[in-house]
């Protein structure tokens, strides 16, 4: 019988292990990591075995569209040279695919906007061309639902372009074109910089506004049914933003818009944090260094900030991540599988033990 509260006090060992909470970096904050090598902006980034791809983007100088790609690991914070995208190109649509990138569209020093469709495969570090964009554009959102690509938005003509309602659908699998329903409320719209992300197969596009107020809306496409609703728009006017979803595992749903406020003077940063299912508004802590144009990415719910630029500050090369409110890691696979044997390990020892003085009694 002595052996049946050990039992329990392993059992409850194993049982307060898996609660223990990891120290972590402090919720609603940044920290900074190792910078990029190539500093730019209006670039792409994708995730592919929680690594971050930064592929194109712009810098001063001249020729200034890059075809750059370098892939961060935050697990070493490192970073590595990967073969550069064929196109160099800024401003463009990019998603991910069976592991695959395809990043669609955008403009270039010597012009645009482009209609390219480049596909970048990691395992071998290699770029394929696919079947051309049939509207050429910049600015686009491409993201991925189930197995179709789908390309929403953009810019075509002229300085101050006007924002297009396109919403062309590729298949990755037969490498052809369709078309969706187009985005609506677009109708004399200046330059409106839109970003997008998705959410249980529903794409919601924000059109962030411009300094002179035109084009602030919530667009929510359901790719199931073809057709489009409103959200509540952001509250707070920004320049050059950018949208990732925290996919509420490790940190609550949320879509994390970034970019800069103008106030009538000077820049700001602004970080605003939007509820899908309450269709509600709140603000999170702002980079402290401006940055638009910027690359935004998450892993394991973790958001990670590379780059941008904004008017008089340099163009940045930072790399920084944010802890979201209300984050919870969870221990690794390992971890638990570990702590599970050791404690069943225990447990039969225990057992045989047990077993073999009541054959002796």
């Not at 962030?208 to 602030?216: F, L, Q, T, V």
């Not at 971890?335 to 047990?354: D, E, M, W």
Request: aromatic share 12%; hydrophobic share 35%.
């Amino acid at each position: 019988m002595k052996r049946v509260p050990t039992i329990i006090l392993i059992l409850c060992l194993f049982l307060s292990a898996l609660s223990i909470p990891i120290v972590y970096a402090t919720e609603d904050s940044w920290v900074s990591l190792e910078p990029m090598p190539t500093a730019r902006y209006d670039f792409g980034v994708a995730v592919v075995d929680e690594k971050i791809y930064v592929i194109g983007g712009d810098r001063s100088g001249p020729n200034p569209s890059l075809g750059n790609n370098e892939m961060y690991e935050p697990a070493t914070d490192t970073w590595t040279t990967k073969e550069p995208m064929p196109t160099a190109r800024r401003n463009f649509g990019i998603t991910v695919f069976e592991n695959e990138i395809y990043v669609m569209g955008g403009d270039s020093s010597s012009g645009g906007p482009l209609e390219e469709n480049e596909v970048y495969e990691p395992e071998t570090n290699s770029w394929e061309t696919k079947a051309s964009l049939p509207t050429d554009r910049m600015g686009l959102c491409l993201e991925t639902v189930d197995d179709l690509i789908y390309a929403i938005g953009g810019n075509r003509h002229g300085v101050f372009p006007v924002l297009s309602p396109l919403n062309e659908v590729y298949n990755p699998l037969t490498d052809s074109w369709t078309t969706g329903a187009y985005m609506p409320n677009f109708e004399g719209l200046g330059f409106a910089d839109i970003t997008s992300v998705v959410v249980d197969n529903k794409i919601y596009v924000f059109s962030c506004g411009e300094r002179e107020g035109n084009g602030i809306f919530t667009q929510i496409y359901n790719t199931e049914t073809d057709t489009w609703s409103s959200g509540a728009p952001i509250p707070i006017m920004i320049d050059y933003a950018s949208a990732v979803l925290t996919s509420g595992i490790f940190a609550p749903k949320r879509i994390h818009v970034l970019g800069v406020h103008y106030d009538g003077h000077e820049g700001e940063s602004a970080h605003q944090i939007y509820d899908p299912i309450q269709d509600t508004w709140t603000n999170g802590t702002a980079l402290s260094l401006p940055r638009g144009s910027l690359g935004l990415a998450t892993i394991n719910d973790l958001l990670y900030a590379t780059g941008g630029y904004y008017e008089s500050i340099p163009i940045s090369n930072k790399n920084e991540r944010y802890t979201p409110l209300g984050y919870i890691p969870e221990f690794p696979s390992w971890f638990i599988i570990t702590v599970g044997l050791l404690t069943l390990t225990l447990l039969s020892v225990i057992y045989k033990r047990g077993l073999k003085q009541w054959r002796k009694k």
